[in-house]
T-cell receptor, first 115, second 113 residues
Framework: AQSVTQLGSHVSVSEGALVLLRCNYSSSVPPYLFWYVQYPNQGLQLLLK??????LVKGINGFEAEFKKSETSFHLTKPSAHMSDAAEYFCAVTLRDFGNEKLTFGTGTRLTIIP | GAGVSQSPSNKVTEKGKDVELRCDPI?????LYWYRQSLGQGLEFLIY????????KSGLPSDRFSAERTGGSVSTLTIQRTQQEDSAVYLC???????????FGSGTRLTVV
């Protein structure tokens, strides 16, 4: 079975400051890892994903995440926060198992940007 | 189609009535998923289709919930005898085999009154 834990249900950062959203995973086999963003009253939009290869993954809107197997982490960062980054962010994991590919989500982190 | 399409976008129903929610996945995507997003509950997996088969329906909360997929394409999630606790946003996603790209629809917001 797989799971993800997102530390911090609410994170506030000042505009222009570093954004760091934490995600730790648990998986019995090598995982695929994802970050999704959800703006108010909208669906989920894929920010970035780790499947294989390079452990530093770059996504849309200046976000990136690093897969660290030794720490079982996949934290999301952005060097400089923008007001438009205010949203809810979800980390998700699925197994490299073609028989069962469902995404398991964390509980989400609501990001607030302080002007 | 270009994206995952869900209908209706909003549904208000009376307690005890049946509802059907529709998901039209991206053309060629073999896998289709239903999730439920409730306030304070996060994103809850309901059921997963590979083609027309459902290898994993472990997330369906009760026997009032059922889903089918026909022609390897459109899926319908049916909730019978709706209860107030069924009020949530129901999200559908599709992907190709291997889990490389899950695309979500905008969801159906269900309100049971």
């Amino acid at each position: 079975a797989q799971s993800v834990t997102q530390l911090g249900s609410h994170v506030s950062v000042s505009e222009g400051a570093l954004v760091l959203l934490r995600c730790n995973y648990s998986s019995s086999v090598p995982p695929y890892l994802f970050w999704y963003v959800q703006y108010p009253n909208q669906g989920l939009q894929l920010l970035l994903k780790y499947t294989t290869g390079a452990t530093l993954v770059k996504g849309i809107n200046g976000f990136e995440a690093e897969f660290k197997k030794s720490e079982t982490s996949f934290h999301l960062t952005k060097p400089s926060a923008h007001m438009s980054d205010a949203a809810e962010y979800f980390c998700a994991v699925t197994l490299r198992d073609f028989g069962n590919e469902k995404l398991t989500f964390g509980t989400g982190t609501r990001l607030t940007i302080i002007p | 189609g270009a994206g995952v399409s869900q209908s209706p976008s909003n549904k208000v129903t009376e307690k005890g009535k049946d509802v059907e929610l529709r998901c039209d996945p991206i053309s060629g995507h073999t896998a289709l998923y239903w999730y439920r997003q409730s306030l304070g509950q996060g994103l809850e997996f309901l059921i997963y289709f590979q083609g027309n088969s459902a290898p994993d329906k472990s997330g369906l909360p009760s026997d009032r919930f059922s889903a089918e997929r026909t022609g390897g394409s459109v899926s319908t999630l049916t909730i019978q005898r709706t209860q107030q606790e069924d009020s949530a946003v129901y999200l559908c996603a599709s992907t190709t085999r291997g889990g490389h790209g899950y695309t979500f629809g905008s969801g159906t917001r269900l309100t049971v009154v």
